[in-house]
C-alpha cells in the first residue's frame, strides 16, 4: 500500500429492497435540486442521471424484450455527427449535433418533434470528429461545453443563449488530442469544468453568468477528458477527477488543492467518472491501467492506495456500483470482458468476454448494456454471474463506434449513434414491435 498526499454472497431481498428505497431517496433530492418539474417523461438532466451514479429509479419495465427488441417508440435521424447523451426535463429532451461547422444545442418533445436550435460555436473536426458533452439541465437552463472550450447557458423552453465564455481564451487552454470531453458539473450556485489550462487547470464559475469564483493555478497536470465527481466528505465537499497524469481533490468551496496522487496511463487517456462512497475513491482506467481502489483520510488531505485491479481497465464506457459490486467493461485492447469486482477487496468475482466493450446504465435490478458495436444487452447480473436475458441489435446507418451511454428514463430506453436517436418503449404491457 501507498499514502500520497498533496506534498507527495447474494444480496438478501431486505438488502436490495434497501438499496432500491436509497437510491429513490438521493434521486428524488437530487431532482429537487436541479428544479425538476411536473413534466411527463421522466428526470435525467444530466449526463448519469439526478444523482450522478447512473441509477435509475424507474418501475414497471419489461422484463425481457421481445424478439427483435423492444417497441421502437420513435426515431430521429436527424442529430447531427457525434457521441452526446441526452438529457431529460420538463417533459423535453435536450442533445447536441454536429451540423457542417457548427455544434448545436437542440430540444426536442417527447414525441421526437424539434423545439428549438441554438448554435454553440466551432464543432470538433480533429481525431474522433464530432460532439462530445451532454448538456445539463438546472432550474429552466441549460449548460453545455463544446469540445473546442466555448461553455455557455441557454433557456431551456426557448434556446434563447443567456451567456458563454471561450475557456481557451480566459484560461489558457490546451485541449489534448480528442478536444475537451467532459460534462460539467453544477452544484448549488457554481459551475465546476476543468479546462486544463495555465491559467486555470480546474475552475468555478458563478452559473448565474458564467464568471469566475476560483481558477486553480497550482496543479501543473492537464485535463484528460474525466467528468469530475464532487464528493461530501466529513462535512468538506471535495471536486475530484483525474487529470493525464493524476488524480486530484480540490476544495470545492475555494479550488485549494487538498491532496494529489499519481496516475500514469498510455495516451493521457482517462475518461471514465470516479466513485466515491464512505471514504474511498474507485478510479478506473484503460489501456491496462486498471481500477485503483483509494482511502480519503478522514481530515480529507491525503490518500491510501487500497487495492489495485488489472481486470477493470475501464477506458470510456462507464462504470456502476451496485449492492456492493463494481461492473465495467475491461479495454478491448488488454483482452479483457464485462467484469465484475468487489468493492471491498478488489477481487474479480468473474469476467464475461462474450459482451464486448459495454457502456452501462441500470433500471429495476437489471444492467442495460450497450456494445461499442451496437450490440443492446439486457442482464440479469450480480455477485454470482451475469446471465444475459434479451438482446437486441438496433439498425446501423452509419458507421463508427456506439459510444454515447444508453438512458433509461420515463419507461422508454434511448439510443445514440451518431446521427439517429433511437427511443424504445419498454413499460413493462408495451406492445411487441
Known amino acids: 500500500m501507498r499514502t500520497q498526499s498533496r ?19 438521493v434521486a428524488a433530492t437530487a431532482s429537487r435540486a436541479f428544479g425538476e418539474g411536473d413534466g411527463a417523461g421522466g428526470f435525467w438532466p444530466q449526463f448519469h442521471g439526478p444523482a450522478l451514479d447512473n441509477l ?3 418501475k414497471g419495465l419489461l422484463k425481457q424484450w421481445p424478439e427483435g427488441g423492444p417497441k421502437l417508440a420513435w426515431k430521429l435521424s436527424d442529430c447531427g455527427g457525434g457521441y452526446s447523451g441526452v438529457a431529460i426535463a420538463d417533459g423535453r429532451l435536450y442533445t447536441v449535433g454536429d451540423f457542417a461547422d457548427k455544434e448545436t444545442l437542440f430540444a426536442l418533445d417527447l414525441g421526437g418533434k424539434l423545439l428549438w436550435k441554438a448554435d ?3 464543432s470538433w473536426k480533429g481525431a474522433m470528429a464530432g460532439c462530445r458533452t451532454t448538456p ?16 455557455g447557458a441557454w433557456q431551456a423552453d426557448s434556446g434563447k443563449e443567456v451567456w458563454s465564455v471561450d475557456l481557451k481564451e480566459r484560461f489558457g487552454v490546451e485541449s489534448g488530442q480528442w478536444a475537451l470531453s467532459e460534462n460539467i458539473l453544477i452544484d448549488g450556485d457554481m459551475l465546476f469544468c476543468t479546462p486544463g489550462g495555465a491559467k486555470g487547470r480546474i475552475v468555478a464559475l458563478k452559473k448565474a453568468g458564467g464568471e469566475t469564483l476560483w481558477a486553480n493555478t497550482e496543479i501543473k497536470d492537464a485535463a484528460a477528458y474525466c467528468t469530475p465527481l464532487l ?8 471536486l475530484i477527477t483525474v487529470l493525464q497524469k493524476s488524480i486530484v481533490g480540490v476544495d470545492a468551496a475555494t479550488g485549494k488543492l487538498l491532496w494529489t496522487v499519481p496516475h500514469e ?6 475518461v471514465t467518472r470516479p466513485i466515491y462512497k464512505d471514504g474511498r475513491l474507485f478510479v ?3 489501456h491496462g491501467t486498471g481500477g485503483r481502489m483509494f482511502r480519503i483520510a478522514p481530515e480529507g488531505t491525503s490518500v491510501t492506495e487500497l487495492w489495485v ?6 477506458c470510456h464506457p462507464g462504470i456502476l456500483l451496485v449492492e456492493g459490486c463494481v461492473y465495467g467493461s475491461g479495454c478491448r485492447l488488454t483482452g479483457k470482458g464485462f467484469v465484475c469486482v468487489d468493492w471491498e477487496t478488489g477481487k474479480t468475482l468473474w469476467n464475461e468476454k462474450g459482451l464486448g466493450k459495454i457502456s452501462l446504465t441500470w433500471a429495476e435490478g437489471l444492467l442495460y448494456g450497450l456494445s461499442d458495436e451496437g450490440k443492446m444487452s439486457l442482464l440479469d447480473a450480480s455477485r454470482q454471474g451475469c446471465r444475459i436475458v434479451s438482446q437486441f441489435a438496433p439498425p446501423r446507418t452509419a458507421e463508427g463506434l456506439w459510444l454515447a451511454h444508453p438512458v433509461v428514463c420515463g419507461g422508454r430506453l434511448y439510443l445514440r449513434h451518431w446521427n439517429d436517436l433511437f427511443v424504445y418503449d419498454i413499460r413493462a404491457g408495451a406492445a411487441a414491435p
Open 7 to 25: 506534498h507527495s454472497g447474494a444480496a438478501s431481498p431486505a438488502r436490495l429492497a434497501m438499496a432500491t428505497v436509497m437510491v429513490v431517496l
Open 284 to 286: 478506473s482506467s484503460g
Open 120 to 122: 454553440n460555436g466551432k
Open 231 to 238: 464528493a461530501a466528505h466529513n462535512g468538506r465537499r471535495q
Open 56 to 58: 435509475s429509479t424507474e
Open 265 to 270: 496511463t498510455a495516451h493521457d487517456q482517462n
Open 309 to 314: 485491479n488489472k481486470d477493470l481497465d475501464n
Open 136 to 151: 445539463t439541465f438546472d432550474h429552466g437552463l441549460l449548460y453545455q461545453m463544446n469540445p473546442t472550450g466555448r461553455l
